[in-house]
């Protein structure tokens, strides 16, 4: 059984502070699995989570280097599997210390790694809302051990 929550975000602040909200409520061990096209928020939303999170640094997408880690009160990793021909490549990162660690793990383009995730990944959809233009639809998933999470927030 799983729990879902959904927003609409008409402007990049308003998805932020969606993440804000998520990320205030956040523990550590967590993983969040982001979906979605091309800007269809999965930045923007790390963004203002990081931020929440009290991340002084400048919150890029990992492209290139597959992985950033924010170090603060919990440690968040972010990564961004774009480029990746499968999800193999992630094994020399040693991606167990992460995913299963007492950090905060947040994945773009989570679709490459499906495989990997572990059973209790929060999932999260990113989608353009043609009707309106720069407008989102995030849709929200928490597996039972998190449901308390999707409970939490509004």
């Given amino acids: 059984m799983s729990v879902e929550r959904h927003w609409i975000s008409r402007a990049v602040e308003e998805t932020q502070a969606i993440a804000a909200q998520i990320a205030l409520q956040a523990q550590p061990g967590d993983l969040f699995a982001l979906y979605g096209d091309l800007a269809s928020g999965k930045t923007t939303f790390t963004k203002g989570f990081c931020r929440a999170r009290g991340v002084q640094m400048p919150v890029t997408s990992p492209t290139f280097t597959l992985i950033n880690e924010y170090q603060n009160d919990i ?15 992630l094994y020399s990162l040693g991606y167990e210390e992460y995913f299963y ?38 849709r929200m998933e928490c597996t039972e051990e998190r449901e308390s999470l999707c409970a939490s927030l509004q």
């Fill in 75 to 89: 440690p968040i990793y972010h990564f961004d599997c774009y480029r990746l021909s499968d999800e193999s490549e």
């Fill in 101 to 138: 660690g007492e950090g905060i793990v947040l994945i773009e383009w989570a679709e490459r790694v499906e495989g990997l995730l572990p059973r209790e990944t929060i999932k999260m959809w990113f989608s353009h809302r043609f009707e309106e233009p720069d407008s989102r639809e995030i």
